[in-house]
């Protein structure tokens, strides 16, 4: 079973730079496509970012550009660096793996002046 721990969220002013790490326990992460999720208050999770096995990347439209996703098989780590955030950014941001039902605790992003 794989485990998830998001961590680097925090209180950022518009235009400034985050960036989110999700360490995931358990073995032969490497074959699986990761991703980001966000969830502000009122509204459904919605996808961020996710990236393959073979690094490949999409985004949601409303990041592209902004943030990017990336991931480090051998420490089983995954990142995005959110740059340029606005109001609309702050939200509880989620790992997750694709195809599993396995999903972090979330860290709070709160873009505000």
């Known amino acids: 079973q794989v485990q998830l721990v998001e961590s680097g969220g925090g209180l950022v002013q518009p235009g400034g730079s985050l960036r989110l790490s999700c360490a995931a326990s358990?073995?032969?992460?490497?074959?699986?496509?990761m991703a980001w999720y966000r969830q502000a208050p009122g509204n459904q999770r919605e996808l961020v970012a996710h990236i393959s096995s073979g690094e490949r990347t999409n985004y949601a439209d409303s990041v592209k550009g902004r943030f990017t996703i990336s991931r480090d098989n051998a420490k089983n780590m995954v990142y995005l660096q959110m740059n340029s955030l606005k109001f609309e950014d702050t939200a509880v941001y989620y790992c997750?793996?694709?195809?599993?039902?396995?999903w972090g605790q979330g860290t709070q992003v709160t873009v505000s002046s």
């Open positions: 358990g073995n032969m992460f490497y074959i699986y496509t």
């Open positions: 997750t793996v694709v195809g599993l039902n396995a």
